[in-house]
C-alpha cells in the first residue's frame, strides 16, 4: 500500500514501471479501492493467462507488445495504444504474441 501511495500525483511512464521476465508474468497493483483495482501487467512473449470469467467489467489498455486476447471464442489482436472491455460473466483469456504489457482496470461498482 505504502508504494501505491508513492505514486499518487506523479507523472508516470507504464512502460518503464514494470519489467519484463523471461518466462514469466509480472504484475503490479497501482490502486486498489472498493470500486475497482488499477493492475499494470508485464507477460513473457508465450505466457497467458488461462480462460476465466470475472464478476466485473475490465478495461484492457496494451502498452507495450502485442495480445491476442479471446473473449466468448472471439480472437482479437492488440497492440500497443489500442484498448478492449472484457464483459463481467463472460470468458476470456490473454496470450502474449510477443512480450507485452497491458493495464488492467478492474470495475467493481
Not at 65 to 72: H, L, V
Not at 97 to 106: A, D, P
Given at each position: 500500500m ?8 506523479k ?22 479501492r ?27 489498455q496494451?502498452?507495450?507488445g502485442?495480445a ?5 471464442g472471439a480472437?482479437h489482436n492488440?497492440?500497443a ?23 488492467l482496470?478492474m470495475?467493481?461498482?
Amino acid at each position: 500500500m505504502n508504494e501505491q501511495k508513492n505514486l499518487v500525483g506523479k507523472a508516470l511512464d507504464l512502460r518503464e514501471l514494470i519489467q519484463y521476465q523471461d518466462g514469466s508474468v509480472v504484475s503490479k497493483t497501482l490502486v486498489d479501492r472498493g470500486i475497482g483495482t488499477i493492475t499494470l501487467f508485464s507477460f513473457d512473449e508465450g505466457q497467458g493467462l488461462s480462460e476465466h470469467t470475472a464478476p466485473f467489467d475490465a478495461v484492457v489498455q496494451i502498452v507495450d507488445g502485442e495480445a491476442e486476447i479471446t473473449i466468448s471464442g472471439a480472437r482479437h489482436n492488440l497492440k500497443a495504444g489500442q484498448m478492449i472491455i472484457m464483459p463481467a460473466n463472460q470468458p476470456h483469456a490473454l496470450k502474449a504474441i510477443e512480450r507485452f504489457k497491458m493495464l488492467l482496470t478492474m470495475i467493481r461498482a
